[in-house]
């Protein structure tokens, strides 16, 4: 059980690449098995952290791997969208290089405070994930943007807002930080471990 965390993990890790090779390879044909790789993915993030605290396994190590398994995930998955709907992509840039800009802020600001990448695994963070589920779905399923879109980016925005205080607001570099609220209270030297949130 104490591997369970990392086998998950790598299981994302490996949908990742499949995922984009898929949609290259596949194209239209591909969709329903990518959603279907696309929620494993998901149920892997959710259950790789609490099997890791159920277990006593969860780590600076484990998180900052699972944080950056994230990020490789996503990434592959809005490549896959693109290559399934240029056009529909194309018309959102904007938006889109929009938060491409903020989860580069939020990499460099934490590398130039504490040498490290960020790995909050914020509340916010969290609701953008599912917010970004969401939105994949019906670009890929269904070839449709719309009001899921629209949100995913919104939430996307507050998200990386909130990364950026919290990673300014910490006196030192900390993994699972559950807001900026509670940053700051790790600022004003109150514990806030006691208090933590489910965190996948």
Not at 1 to 10: F, G, Q
Request: glycine fraction near 6%; charge should be positive.
């Amino acid at each position: 059980m104490k591997k369970l965390p990392y086998i998950l993990i790598a299981i994302r890790f490996i949908l990742a690449p499949v995922i984009l090779l898929l949609a290259y390879w596949e194209g239209g044909r591909s969709r329903i098995l990518l959603l279907v790789f696309m929620y494993i993915g998901l149920f892997t993030d959710i259950f790789d952290g609490i099997i890791a605290r159920k277990t006593g396994v969860s780590s600076e190590k484990l998180r900052r791997l699972d944080s950056q398994t994230d990020l490789i995930f996503w990434l592959c998955t809005g490549f896959a969208a693109y290559l399934l709907n240029p056009e529909l992509i194309q018309q959102h840039w904007e938006s889109i290089a929009l938060i491409f800009m903020m989860e580069a802020s939020c990499y460099v600001i934490s590398i130039s405070r504490f040498g490290k990448e960020t790995c909050t695994h914020a509340f916010l963070s969290k609701m953008w994930g599912v917010s970004l589920l969401v939105a994949f779905t019906f670009l890929i399923g269904f070839q449709q943007a719309g009001i899921p879109f629209y949100l995913a980016v919104i939430l996307g925005l507050i998200s990386h807002i909130d990364v950026i205080l919290i990673v300014l607001l910490l006196p030192k570099w900390q993994h699972d930080v559950p807001s900026c609220y509670h940053a700051w209270k790790i600022r004003n030297g109150k514990d806030v471990k006691k208090n933590v949130y489910l965190n996948g």
